[in-house]
């Protein structure tokens, strides 16, 4: 699982990148691909719950291979995990680097999931 969980974030982010149209990976982060005004943000949002699953699976095989008392490694990496489930759910509202998005943010006009992605 933790071997497997970069590949398919790595998938995940370049099959989104492709099936959307104006996306650009050199002016954008990986958030414009799970936004509520992407064309597809399923293909990312799905890459980023299956990833943050396969990295909290490892932190069990991880807590299971460790010796007793070692606790707190795998317990951070079951914590980023979670977070990187919770970023496939909690989702941007619309490109943080596109000037529409930025005068919404701006304004005060975006649910407060979008600022899991951008703080």
Same mark, same amino acid.
């Given at each position: 699982?933790g071997?497997? /969980?970069?590949? !398919?974030? &790595?998938?995940?982010? $370049?099959? +989104?990148?492709? @099936?959307?149209?104006?996306?650009?990976? %050199? =002016?954008?982060d990986?958030?414009?691909?799970?936004?509520?005004?992407?064309?597809?943000?399923?293909?990312?949002? /799905?890459?980023? !719950?299956? &990833?943050?699953?396969? $990295?909290? +699976?490892?932190? @069990?095989?991880?807590?299971?291979?460790? %010796? =007793?008392?070692?606790?707190?490694?795998?317990?951070l990496?079951?914590?980023?995990?979670?977070?990187?489930?919770?970023l496939?759910?909690?989702?941007?509202?619309?490109?943080?680097?596109?000037?529409?998005?930025e005068?919404?943010?701006e304004?005060?006009?975006?649910?407060?999931?979008?600022?899991?992605?951008d703080?």
């Open positions: 699982c071997a497997l /969980a970069p590949v !398919v974030f &790595t998938v995940a982010w $370049v099959v +989104a990148g492709l @099936v959307q149209e104006e996306y650009s990976a %050199r =002016r954008e990986i958030g414009a691909l799970a936004a509520d005004s992407a064309e597809h943000p399923w293909v990312m949002m /799905a890459g980023l !719950v299956t &990833t943050g699953l396969l $990295v909290a +699976a490892f932190a @069990v095989g991880l807590h299971r291979g460790v %010796r =007793r008392g070692s606790t707190a490694g795998p317990a990496i079951m914590l980023s995990g979670l977070g990187i489930v919770a496939g759910i909690l989702r941007n509202d619309c490109s943080s680097l596109t000037e529409a998005c005068a919404r943010v304004a005060g006009e975006v649910p407060w999931q979008h600022t899991a992605w703080p």
